[in-house]
């Protein structure tokens, strides 16, 4: 019992201690920040994008692969809600990485893992096609990884560019 109690103890110091850690800084203004409506305090980019969701989405496979970063699964919301018997607009996830980049970030604090790899939403929204994903600085400070990190930047300008080619939003 007196096991269980310390382990309790320790696991809400440890969730006390992450939920005071700063904010991150923002990120330096990138594409998508230019876009309406842009980077938010949740950490999320969000871009409208000037294609259809199945484009958005073909045009993120094809800028993430000229780069050499892999796919690694792409879920249809919209399809798993049809299989139960409810309407969803098209909505897809598309969840990318590069191991070398990811492991970098993991080797500064392994908690990062729970975010990644990485992932960006695309879907249709009262007329609109949306393209959100994390910010990777918003990420790296929720983790208490260094800001200064080099890979950092890297993903970063990566993250901005293929989501400019994705949406054709510069």
Excluded: W
């Excluded at 993120?60 to 409810?86: C, P």
């Amino acid at each position: 019992m007196l096991k269980g109690l310390t382990l309790v103890s320790a696991l809400l110091v440890s969730a006390c201690a992450h939920a005071e850690t700063p904010a991150p800084a923002a990120a330096p203004p990138s594409a998508a920040a230019k876009t309406s409506p842009g980077h938010h305090s949740d950490g999320l980019v969000r871009i409208i994008s000037a294609y259809s969701v199945e484009e958005t989405v073909a045009r993120l496979e094809a800028a993430l692969a000229a780069r050499g970063v892999k796919v690694m699964a792409k879920i249809d919301h919209a399809a798993n809600a049809a299989g139960a018997d409810l309407d969803l607009a098209p909505t897809t996830l598309v969840i990318f990485g590069n191991p070398a980049a990811g492991t970098q970030l993991m080797q500064a604090s392994r908690s990062i893992g729970v975010d990644l790899p990485m992932k960006a939403l695309v879907y249709e929204q009262d007329g609109a096609v949306m393209f959100e994903y994390n910010a990777i600085g918003y990420i790296a400070g929720r983790h208490g990884v260094p800001a200064d990190l080099p890979v950092l930047a890297k993903i970063e300008g990566l993250l901005a560019a293929v989501a400019a080619e994705a949406t054709g939003v510069e």
